[in-house]
């Protein structure tokens, strides 16, 4: 469900509309808040995952800006999405990094290979059903790595949208079964409550 709102009514400046993209890094568009992209770099700088994992690649803002830092670690860098070429994945890839042109659900074992390779794996959810997406690929986890489901509103904060993101198609209640089901606590929540991704951690055992 898009929200309504406007370039003039834009309460925040933590979102940002700059053409059909909402934030730009180095000129590289990515359908995010200006919170997103650092709580990514951040959290992939300090915990150094050794995969990392996004569905959904759209124009490649995102991607690009991942695949470098999973780069300066040495980690590998999968992204995948049902279209390509055009304006969908034209910016380029770092490192060990490899875009799929994947229906995440038709790959769901090939995903799940990847994310059972020994080290830290990061999911990101940001394809065409981000509740879908998060409790399939949950089902991997294993203890200590991280999945996030895009486009999500925090309903305990008020004004979410259009405050911090103009887009809502996961809500914590979508995901409570999920989060129950393998043991999922929050992930870096000083940074990602407002990014509007849902990022959660299996528990460390």
Known sequence: ????HGIGNDKSPLYHLTGDYNVRVQEYEMSQNMIAPAAWSLAVMRHRPLMVIEIGTCKGGLSNLLSGCTAHYGGEFHTMDVHSGGEKNKYP????????????????EEIGELIR????????????????EFSRFAEFLKP?????????????IPNYSPDFWGCCEVRTPDLEPTFARHGLTDF?????????????QRAVQ
């Open 93 to 108: 890839l770092y490192g060990n990094a490899t875009f799929h042109l994947w229906d995440c659900f038709e790959h769901a």
């Open 117 to 132: 390779r020994p080290g830290q794996c990061f999911v990101l959810c940001d394809g065409g059903n981000k509740v879908r």
């Open 1 to 4: 469900m898009r929200l309504e």
């Open 144 to 156: 200590g790595d991280v999945i996030g489901a895009h486009d999500w509103i925090d309903e305990t």
């Open 188 to 200: 870096m929540p000083e940074w990602f409550q407002y990014s509007a991704w849902c990022v959660k």
